[in-house]
């Protein structure tokens, strides 16, 4: 079987689809799920008193367009989620001053004040990039003062020190501006319950950051793990904070929903083992089975993905050891699939240039998954094939925004927590896109 580096090498990204069919996209296989089952009902799992295992992450609200044209957070809709999860066991919101172009936090806000203080945690973070020295502490300080605004509380649950990958990044941006004394003094006041920080990075990294806890004493850290990353880093990871009792938070346990909409062969794995439960939930299972666990983040953006993970955690059944052998095993399956590792978490964006990164890396994944890519005339239906791929990429990203505006500045790689080499990624695409107009395959 061709290997993820040979297929992109070929063809700039084209090659054999590896036998990779279309499954229902992350809507769909939930709401699939939800037309057969009751309301979800039950106890919300734990595997802390205090904190629900299915936690919310607020960086997917819905977008509108608002009276002026621009897009803004439905709040009404956010206000239904949330009502909704509150209901149903869910404690933990999680957000960010830069998510939603700056909106999340007070969309989030804005829905959780309308319930009793003691019905939810806030989780947010100190969101400080490209500072350092004395900009870096003013840029941080302003971010937890206005987060308490947003939140009118005079603490905040759970604090973190947004997206680091190492000690360099640490002592840039907290350490030696002092801002990080600072949000200690603040925990000792009980400002801050609970204080953490959030990883994308190598093991080196993280086990400098794990170096200073004897110093600052983390009260929990949140990682990237689900059962594909688990056979990488995701396992390292966990054990370490596991053997020094930190309580874990879970990020991408979907990868950006990709395990959600998985190649058809796995997908058939995974239903013939379950048939009545979705593909999404065994991501949601594998990772909450692990005790260290405090909660699974998920950026339910639709009811249906609300509703779906509720099953999960409702009464929650943990994989058994076979169950997690047989997953992660699926897990290496999946890595053999050329597809790109882009979560859709938009760190990456504002592209100066315009470009529409995660549209574009999505519409390549989806052909792939569909079987639509093209690989040259002698593929059957071939024209067709052709004209609908190059229909459906000028349909789904603006001319203005596709690949080929990428002038290789590189900015956008500093801010992948993925580590994709994205103006590659781009340039083999636009390449792509290139030979199937001109058909010189």
Known sequence: MMNRRDFLKNAGLGAAVLGATACNNAKSDAAIHAESNAEPHGTMARHYPEVGLLGYGCMRWKMIKGEDGKEVIDQEDVNRLVDYAIEHGV?????APVYLKGQSEEATAKALLRHPREDYLIATKCSSFGASGEGAFRMGFDMYQKSLEYYKTDHLDYYLLHSLSGL????ERFGDCGLVDYLVKEREQGH???LGFSFHGTREG???LLALHDKYHWDFVQIQANYVDWNEDAEYLYNELDRREIPVVIMEPLLGGGLSNVPAKIAEELKSRDPQSSVASWAFRFIGSYPRV???LSGMTYMEHLQDNLRTYLDFKPLNQEEVSFLTSMGRKIKEYPLIGCT???YCMPCEYGIDIPGIFRFYNDRV???TYVT?????HYARLRRQYLLKYNKAIPTVRQADHCINCRKCMSRCPQRIRIPDMLHNIDEYLEKLKQETF
Do not use: H, M
């Not at 404690?91 to 957000?95: G, L, Q």
């Open 206 to 208: 993280f086990d400098e």
């Open 294 to 296: 405090l909660t699974v």
């Open 369 to 371: 998954n569909e079987e």
């Open 344 to 346: 859709a978490c938009q």
């Open 168 to 171: 360099k990044a640490f002592n």
């Open 192 to 194: 801050i319950r609970n």
């Open 91 to 95: 404690n933990y919101f999680d957000s």
């Open 376 to 380: 040259g005339p002698e593929q059957k």
